[in-house]
């Protein structure tokens, strides 16, 4: 296990088929996913690995893979995944903050009913590229 500043890294075995890619984590048990690209797989594996690594004490140990033993439709991607944030995505968590907006603008969204919470997060996610 590669455990730096809350940070871990899993070998993660590509499969290129028809469509996409079908990937295994093998020092995850049940560990799998599939992708599009590998962008795409990526980010996938990321949240599988922070999903089934949420509450566990123990964490499996990296391995490392012979690439002389894969196939030739496959690859290996060693995923690091930042664990808090992963695991701030598996259990939703809010957190207040304060917002200083002007008195007048205050005022126009009160009247029209504007959640300022929910414009907020509308807007951060829009920021970072979030869906």
Known sequence: ????????????IFTKEEG????????????FTCAD??????????EVIGAMLYDKEDYPKMSVIDGDKLEDNQLVIYIN???PYQFSKVKEVYKNKMLTVPVWLE???????????????????????IK
């Open 81 to 83: 995944v930042y664990l």
């Open 107 to 129: 005022m126009l969204a009160k009247n029209k009913n504007i959640n300022f919470s929910r414009v907020l997060q509308e807007g951060l996610k829009k920021e970072l590229n």
């Open 37 to 46: 690209t590998l962008e795409e797989g990526i980010g996938n594996c990321q």
């Open 20 to 31: 996409g890619y079908s990937i295994d984590i093998p020092d995850i048990d049940g560990a």
């Open 1 to 12: 296990m590669n455990q730096v500043n809350n940070s871990i890294t899993y070998p993660a």
